[in-house]
């Protein structure tokens, strides 16, 4: 019984680490030298602007609508719910004043993408990035 | 010449056939409809509601990327009419270009700045209302023929937007109950927006010489030549007319606190002074949005000095401008938003309309009160 409740107590950690862990890493080509924080992403992600702090230009790239760093992404980085962000791309589009970053369908795509482009910017569940990527942010 | 043309129209084609691989389609639609609770037949209030499918819509936007910044925009949207079905219009059709790295320059039909729903006015699924505020968003026009600039900065700890637009308008105008054929011309629109963390300020100015032939309006007509007065006063003839609004709409968490006011000016014509606005609350919970808002409208009709004379039909030129004015309006509304999925909504809004005005152009007639209960559902999607 005893070793049954720890073997319970202990898969619930696990589980709750892996939960906890669920963190996103915001990546760039590695001769990228700007300065990113979270006021910087945000302005690039939700198309207020279309070049990095410093010049150079921006184009944010996206994880598929729905995947889990998306929702933490959006959550954590761009302090949204997912329906607020859905509303604030509504209005962006039907005003001509923008369009959501392209989605991109997997984690090593996007690395793939951004690891031969300087002027992409993305996001992929921590520590899946590689060589080919910087890290410029973690949330 | 002519080797110069077919370069330019092959150079086109090249540009058109990248786009076509290019091409975004996006989409929404309104269905709308409603019951009006109330024996007074309030005829202005019932033409702009619904107890057929008046405020229904379905708009299908492309837009093609041409590259360098470049991209051609077309929105096309068919509105419910209760006498033809669904009225198929261009809504939108303007090229855009990115200018540095925060800028934009359109050219061609575009969406007048004036309110700050202005821009996606159409798009239901934006906000909670089943339709803005009549007492604030009661203009009846909304595009231009033009150039716009859009410049987005941060300073002073904000992110500002900045929205200029010069072209001309022509189309409809309302005067009374009369939709009148009208022109705006010389149109200068400036829309400034201050967002700070969940606060966000708006501050629009428009202005332009307007246009409304006196032949377009049997009121208009009789009123102009018969009039002992300066009929350059009375007519609308190029006359000065401006647009001044202001908003706010802050969160603080779950609650939602909106507001908006502005003031509309023909100068030297027949065209009331309005003004009207809004102060509202939403409060969200889990999928659902309840909100309550407080809409007033108010006309300062023009008063001629000789206007009492009668034309001879029982109607005279103060008569004919009291009319005009539309009176006051107040409206409550209350309702309640659905959000289903991601990108669907079901909204219930009940909206009590109270309003103070002359119904014809009659100098004997006198203000009456008439009200409109309406409860209305609607269904909004976008894809």
Same mark, same amino acid.
């Given at each position: 019984?005893?070793?049954?409740?720890?073997?319970?107590?202990?898969?619930?950690?696990?589980?709750?680490?892996?939960?906890?862990?669920?963190?996103?890493?915001?990546?760039?080509?590695?001769?990228? &030298?700007?300065?990113?924080?979270?006021?910087?992403?945000?302005?690039?992600?939700?198309?207020?602007?279309?070049?990095?702090?410093?010049?150079?230009?921006?184009v944010?790239?996206?994880?598929?609508?729905?995947?889990?760093?998306?929702?933490?992404?959006?959550?954590?980085?761009?302090? #949204?719910?997912? #329906?607020?962000?859905?509303?604030?791309?509504?209005?962006?589009?039907?005003?001509? #004043? !923008?369009t959501?970053?392209?989605?991109?369908?997997?984690?090593?795509?996007?690395?793939?993408?951004?690891?031969?482009?300087?002027?992409?910017? &993305?996001?992929?569940?921590?520590?899946? !990035?590689?060589?080919?990527?910087?890290?410029?942010?973690?949330? | 010449?002519?080797?110069?043309?077919?370069?330019?129209?092959?150079?086109?084609?090249?540009?058109?056939?990248?786009?076509?691989?290019?091409?975004?389609?996006?989409? $929404?639609?309104?269905?709308?409809?409603?019951?009006?609770? %109330?024996?007074?037949?309030?005829v202005?209030?019932n033409d702009?509601?619904?107890?057929?499918?008046?405020?229904?819509?379905?708009?299908?936007?492309?837009?093609?990327d041409?590259?360098?910044?470049?991209?051609?925009?077309?929105?096309?949207?068919?509105?419910?009419?209760?006498?033809?079905?669904?009225?198929?219009?261009?809504?939108w059709?303007?090229?855009d270009?990115?200018?540095?790295n925060?800028?934009?320059?359109k $050219?061609?039909?575009?969406?007048?700045?004036?309110y700050?729903? *202005?821009?996606? @006015?159409?798009?239901?699924?934006?906000?909670?209302w +089943?339709?803005?505020?009549?007492?604030?968003?009661?203009?009846?026009?909304?595009?231009?023929?033009?150039?716009?600039?859009?410049?987005n900065?941060?300073?002073?700890?904000?992110?500002?937007?900045?929205?200029?637009a010069?072209?001309?308008?022509?189309?409809?105008?309302?005067?009374?109950?009369?939709?009148?054929q009208?022109?705006?011309?010389?149109?200068?629109? +400036?829309?400034w927006t201050a967002? +700070?963390?969940?606060? %966000?300020?708006?501050?629009?100015?428009?202005?332009?010489?307007?246009?409304?032939?006196?032949?377009?309006?049997?009121g208009?007509?009789?009123?102009?030549p018969? *009039?002992?007065?300066?009929?350059?006063?009375?007519l609308?003839?190029?006359d000065?007319?401006?647009?001044?609004?202001?908003?706010y709409?802050?969160?603080?968490?779950?609650?939602?606190?909106?507001?908006?006011?502005? +003031?509309?000016?023909?100068?030297?014509?027949?065209? *009331?002074?309005? *003004?009207?606005?809004?102060?509202?609350?939403?409060?969200?919970?889990?999928?659902?949005?309840?909100?309550?808002?407080?809409?007033?409208?108010?006309?300062? %009709?023009?008063?001629?000095?000789s206007?009492?004379?009668? $034309?001879?039909?029982g109607?005279?030129?103060?008569?004919?401008?009291?009319?005009?004015?539309?009176?006051?309006s107040?409206?409550?509304?209350?309702g309640?938003?659905?959000?289903?999925?991601?990108?669907?909504?079901?909204?219930?809004?009940?909206?009590?309309?109270?309003?103070?005005?002359?119904?014809?152009?009659?100098?004997?007639?006198?203000?009456?009160?008439?009200?409109?209960?309406? @409860?209305?559902?609607?269904?909004?999607?976008?894809?």
């Amino acid at each position: 019984m005893k070793l049954l409740l720890s073997s319970i107590v202990l898969a619930s950690s696990l589980f709750l680490s892996a939960f906890a862990s669920a963190e996103v890493e915001v990546i760039v080509h590695p001769s990228n &030298g700007a300065a990113l924080d979270q006021d910087a992403i945000q302005r690039i992600f939700l198309g207020k602007t279309r070049a990095f702090p410093g010049g150079g230009e921006a184009v944010a790239i996206s994880a598929k609508e729905g995947s889990p760093e998306e929702a933490e992404f959006t959550e954590k980085v761009l302090s #949204k719910s997912p #329906k607020q962000l859905k509303a604030y791309w509504a209005k962006m589009v039907f005003t001509g #004043k !923008g369009t959501p970053p392209r989605q991109i369908d997997s984690a090593a795509e996007m690395v793939k993408l951004i690891s031969a482009n300087p002027n992409l910017i &993305g996001f992929i569940p921590a520590g899946t !990035g590689g060589s080919g990527v910087k890290v410029v942010a973690k949330f | 010449m002519q080797k110069r043309i077919l370069l330019t129209l092959l150079a086109s084609l090249f540009a058109m056939s990248h786009a076509m691989a290019d091409v975004k389609l996006n989409g $929404f639609a309104s269905i709308v409809t409603g019951i009006d609770f %109330e024996e007074d037949e309030q005829v202005e209030y019932n033409d702009r509601t619904v107890d057929n499918l008046q405020e229904s819509k379905v708009a299908l936007q492309w837009a093609a990327d041409l590259g360098d910044g470049m991209r051609f925009v077309g929105q096309t949207m068919a509105r419910g009419d209760a006498a033809t079905g669904f009225q198929l219009n261009y809504d939108w059709a303007y090229f855009d270009f990115n200018i540095g790295n925060s800028s934009k320059l359109k $050219f061609g039909r575009l969406r007048i700045p004036f309110y700050k729903y *202005s821009d996606y @006015l159409d798009v239901g699924y934006a906000y909670h209302w +089943i339709t803005p505020p009549e007492s604030m968003y009661s203009l009846t026009f909304s595009n231009m023929d033009g150039i716009g600039f859009q410049q987005n900065f941060q300073a002073l700890g904000m992110d500002h937007a900045l929205n200029l637009a010069v072209g001309t308008y022509q189309g409809i105008l309302i005067l009374g109950e009369e939709e009148v054929q009208s022109s705006l011309e010389n149109l200068i629109a +400036i829309n400034w927006t201050a967002t +700070i963390g969940d606060h %966000e300020f708006t501050a629009a100015y428009a202005q332009a010489d307007t246009y409304v032939p006196a032949t377009s309006t049997a009121g208009l007509a009789n009123a102009a030549p018969t *009039s002992a007065d300066d009929g350059d006063k009375v007519l609308i003839n190029g006359d000065y007319g401006f647009f001044i609004g202001a908003g706010y709409k802050g969160s603080f968490g779950d609650l939602t606190v909106y507001s908006e006011y502005s +003031i509309v000016e023909i100068k030297d014509s027949i065209f *009331s002074d309005t *003004s009207g606005g809004y102060i509202g609350v939403s409060y969200l919970v889990d999928d659902y949005t309840y909100h309550a808002t407080y809409g007033i409208r108010k006309a300062e %009709e023009k008063e001629y000095t000789s206007g009492n004379v009668d $034309f001879g039909n029982g109607t005279s030129l103060n008569s004919t401008a009291r009319f005009f004015g539309n009176g006051d309006s107040t409206t409550i509304t209350i309702g309640v938003r659905k959000d289903i999925g991601m990108s669907t909504a079901l909204k219930v809004d009940l909206d009590l309309y109270t309003e103070d005005r002359v119904q014809d152009a009659l100098a004997a007639s006198t203000s009456e009160e008439k009200k409109a209960t309406v @409860l209305k559902f609607a269904v909004e999607t976008m894809f």
